[in-house]
């Protein structure tokens, strides 16, 4: 499972043949979500791209992100039904919460965590594995999320309370994207070689595959 790597943005309705509009940018996209009337692209060069869809589409907004290494994907959460900011996950294991409203310095809404790393021994006699986060989703209704990783595992998380809510087991594979449905019911995501160990890991016989998971109340926020 590949994410396509150009470096232009397009919209456009999913009955027409082409696109209604396309938008250049001068680096390469990595990955995008919408939450009308808001999109959010990540690029290259860790920069990101916020996007005004009302009337006539355009740029709002170009930032940094506040990680140090390749981003890999980006989810747009909501809060009062309406978009108020997004997630960025990076190839260094780790994730990064951003609000749209950066009026408050230093606000409590805007962090980092650490995410798809080995446990650290007691007494460090063993180096922390760490592993790229290919995937980071929210859920529709509850707010919590969810991220994959080159570990083969997932995870859901409470970004209000910042603690872990869950965690998987290990497949035998890396998990490249994941998904929830617009209900939040079902938590999709898919195992196959992501090349982060280089071409020598690949083994082509290594079948690919993706799992659908009945999440119910897996994504409820931790009671205060």
């Not at 809404?109 to 798809?116: A, G, P, Q």
């Not at 650290?120 to 922390?128: L, R």
């Not at 209900?183 to 290594?206: C, I, L, R």
Request: aromatic share 10%; glycine share 6%.
């Amino acid at each position: 499972a590949h994410k396509a790597v150009v470096s232009t943005q397009s919209t456009g309705d999913t009955r027409q043949a082409t696109p209604m509009m396309t938008i250049n940018f001068e680096e390469r996209v990595y990955a995008s979500d919408v939450i009308y009337p808001v999109a959010v692209s990540v690029l290259a060069g860790r920069k990101i791209k916020i996007l005004n869809l009302e009337n006539h589409p355009a740029v709002h907004n170009t930032m940094e992100a506040n990680l140090r290494y390749q981003l890999r994907d980006v989810s747009i959460f909501k809060k009062d039904g309406k978009p108020a900011g997004f997630g960025v996950c990076s190839i260094e294991g780790r994730a990064a919460i951003e609000p749209f409203d950066n009026s408050v310095p230093n606000s409590k809404d805007k962090f980092t965590f650490k995410c798809h790393r080995s446990a650290v021994q007691n007494d460090y006699s063993k180096p922390q594995d760490i592993y790229a986060v290919n995937g980071i989703k929210f859920h529709p209704i509850h707010g919590t999320l969810a991220t994959v990783g080159s570990d083969g595992k997932f995870s859901f998380w409470d970004k209000d309370a910042r603690t872990k809510l869950k965690g998987s087991e290990q497949l035998n594979n890396t998990i490249t994207c994941c998904d929830f449905n617009h209900t939040g019911v079902y938590f999709a995501y898919a195992s196959s070689y992501d090349w982060s160990k280089g071409h020598e890991f690949h083994n082509p016989q290594q079948k690919n595959y993706i799992f659908i998971r009945q999440v119910k109340d897996e994504l409820k926020p931790r009671k205060k």
